[in-house]
């Protein structure tokens, strides 16, 4: 952010697929604001607890402290009013709450810095981020290397056969694919398999 005058608060977001860098960023951002001294809160949905419970990890380690909360709400009951700076990972499965969240927290002179998903293994929006996304001063916009031929990469590819919006995994579950070799169906052909499967070893017993 530029020159922000008073005690005015404000929202950053940083979006992309999965393995481009979103927690590497805020973590960055968040030491940061620690080494000058600024009193920072970290929260990460309950469901993500893929590495650590007690703390947002990246895919390349790097690791901050951070509170456990489900929505959008539960972090407005813990943030402090001696709080400068809220970071928020793995926003998107914080659920509606989110929105107002921020903007109070932002409205009440905070600095709020959160990073999700912003869309999913369909490459649909992931709701709520496109809206965050409206109201944010400021957006960062990350890539990842696409895993088949290097160009930049803008999807998640489901790898595992599901249809629920929210599988939560990292190895080998998902990867980071570029608009030409993203294969939104793929998810959605493996379940169509798998019950074919199913269907024939339940004939040929
Ligand atoms: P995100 O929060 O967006 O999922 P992380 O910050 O957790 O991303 O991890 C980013 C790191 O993941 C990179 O610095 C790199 O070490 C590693 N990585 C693994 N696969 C890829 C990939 N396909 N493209 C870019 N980085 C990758
Ligand atoms: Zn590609």
Redesign the pocket.
Known sequence: MDIVKGNMGWIEVIV??????????LIRRLRRAEIARQRVQIFKPFIDQRYSSNGIV???G?EIASGLVSTGADILGKVEPRTEVVGIDEAQFLGESLLECCTRLADSGKRVIV?GLDTDFMGRPFEPMPRLLVVAEEITK?L????RCGNP?VNTQRLVASEELIVVGAGGMY??RCRRCFEPQLALEKIEEQAATVKSKAAAS
């Open positions: 992309g697929p999965m393995f481009s860098g979103k927690s590497e960023e990246s895919h390349s790097l990073a990350l990842a290397i696409c895993v990469a990867e980071a």
